[in-house]
């Protein structure tokens, strides 16, 4: 062998030897940024208070998967519904979801004074309602018009002495008590400071609800709308398997709300359903039609 064929043959050995180690060599990995918590309570509070401060009137429309058990025929069933969403801070609220057979198969509102329900579905076929001032929080209803709200990211604080810190791999995690048991827990990304996960639960501190929020939208200066809501209601006092609501909303825009458009936000008339409950105190009693 000649030397010029020796060199390029040494030459290329070389070559080859550089490639395998270099594919064997571990990959750099870039260090991962570690984003420090709030200190407390009411720093983070005030975060979460500022940007619901900022909140506009919206309107909003999508698709709604909706989830629910029928117990008659014993299987889980699910609505595929096109939906649309209207808010206006700081209590009024309108969802009206439509299936392609039933118009208006799922109808949730709020003003001051009241809460309503109706879901059209032959399986379920009810009509919930109560005031306010009769039951602060709800419960027991399937679909809470506040968590709905909150999911939009109007957030219902309260005193803050209520409210305790504590730190979960890279969320912030805000806990609420009432006489000593959990009633909420919000779970927030450190990064950008926006809620990824709401825990409910009763006065009894059994799990009420879940929402699930993610795909954040700046509608406004400072105010934040999750694209994609998904909430479950748990029935603890009748064993009934959860009911689901997945919200993907493809447009969220302001939207100031004329005179006509006012009509949503108050309480349709109780006709055409099979069962009427009005919520009293912590019960729901069954109404005639």
Known sequence: MNEKHYNLRLCFCFAVAILIFAGCAPEIQEPIEIVPGKESATEALSV?????????SLLSRGRCVFEYYDPENKKRKKEKLEVIVLMKPPVEIYLQGDATLVPRAIILGSNERE???LMRP???????WGTWSGQNSAE????????????????????????????????DVLTKQDRGVVIKKMYINRRDYLIVKIEYYDSKGRALALAELKDYKEVSDGFFVPASIKIIAYNQDSGEEPLGITLSLKTIKPKEFNESQQKVFKRPPPQGFDHILRNEGEKW?????
Request: aromatic residues 14%; without cysteine; negative net charge.
């Open 285 to 289: 009693i069954e109404q005639s039609q």
């Open 140 to 171: 027991g209803l399937m679909i809470n018009p506040r968590t709905l709200f909150e999911a939009l990211g109007f957030l219902e604080t309260g005193a803050e002495e209520n409210w305790s810190l504590s730190n979960e791999g890279a969320f």
């Open 48 to 56: 979460l208070k500022a940007r619901s401060q900022n909140a506009v």
């Open 122 to 128: 032959k399986e379920i076929s009810t009509y919930w």
């Open 115 to 117: 809460f309503w329900l």
